[in-house]
């Protein structure tokens, strides 16, 4: 149960610290949203981010993101939580064989509101020391992924 962090969680130190981000949201082309979110670890096991943004529509949104690595599933983990809705996220994932692309899944309702579930993946690419994008897709029923979202995250002066 107990134990020292492995080299899974210290991939996920390198966020620790703020950022702000540009949002591209399909809800509003060609119109940046802007928002921040500031990264800490818990024991080197865990990173909680606290963001803020703005909506599509307008006015303030709450985020909170945790990420971990379970050893015993051999898998990264996480949730999230909005201010924008009542769903808990709950993700299982897995780094590429690059270490710059983890990919988070989860299952959510559905966008169509007739009450199903999707599902979604979040995706975190690291593009240097200081940016990254994360992305929100959701799978089609032919299979196929539709990215819904896009934001580009830039460590804050």
């Keep these: ?3 020292e962090p492995q080299k899974e969680h210290a991939w ?3 966020f620790i610290g703020t950022w702000d981000y540009d949002h591209d949201c399909p809800e509003n ?3 940046k949203l802007k928002g921040r979110q500031t990264f800490t670890s818990l024991g080197g096991f865990w990173i ?3 963001g803020t943004g703005e909506m599509p529509g307008g006015g303030p949104a709450k985020m909170l993101l945790t ?5 015993a599933k051999s898998r990264y983990v996480g949730t999230w939580v909005g201010s924008m809705m009542a769903n808990l996220w709950v993700y299982e994932g897995e780094l590429d064989a690059a270490g710059t692309t983890l ?3 989860a299952d959510g309702p559905s966008f169509s509101g007739d009450g199903t579930t999707a599902t979604y993946q979040d995706i975190i690419e690291v593009k240097s020391d200081d940016h990254y994008e994360f992305r929100g897709q959701v799978r ?3 299979g196929s992924w539709h990215v819904f979202m896009r934001s580009d995250y ?4």
């Design 67 to 71: 990420i971990g690595y379970d050893p």
């Design 12 to 14: 996920l130190q390198r």
């Design 140 to 142: 089609q029923p032919d």
């Design 154 to 157: 830039r460590r804050a002066a």
């Design 48 to 50: 909680v981010g606290d």
């Design 1 to 3: 149960m107990f134990g």
């Design 29 to 31: 082309p060609g119109k």
């Design 103 to 105: 990919t988070l899944q």
